[in-house]
């Protein structure tokens, strides 16, 4: 359930419903256009549900640092999903 609720969370923040994110998003592809990092934030936070508090500490960088590249993340997913369709 933790998964279920955690993929919805990711597809809200692309702006996608949560029905067609499994039918047109093929994430695997998505996250090849993330850095290093933004890509384990992404899989950290949506995929095994850390917090950015988390993050932080298994990155060793700050909070701030970790909500920043994960909106980057974000903006980078929703340009590569809208530019696919």
């Known amino acids: 359930q933790k998964h279920i609720n955690s ?3 990711l597809c809200d923040d692309l ?5 067609s994110v499994f039918e047109c998003l093929d994430i695997c592809e998505a996250l090849k256009v993330l850095t ?3 890509r384990l934030i992404i899989i950290y936070r949506y995929i095994y549900c850390y917090s950015d508090a988390e993050i932080s500490t298994l990155l ?3 909070r701030q640092a970790v909500n920043r590249l994960k909106n ?3 903006e980078t997913l ?3 999903y809208f530019e696919e369709r």
């Open 72 to 74: 980057r993340a974000i």
């Open 15 to 19: 702006l996608i419903n949560s029905e």
């Open 36 to 38: 290093l990092r933004q």
């Open 78 to 80: 929703k340009e590569f």
């Open 60 to 62: 060793s960088i700050s």
């Open 7 to 9: 993929s919805v969370e």
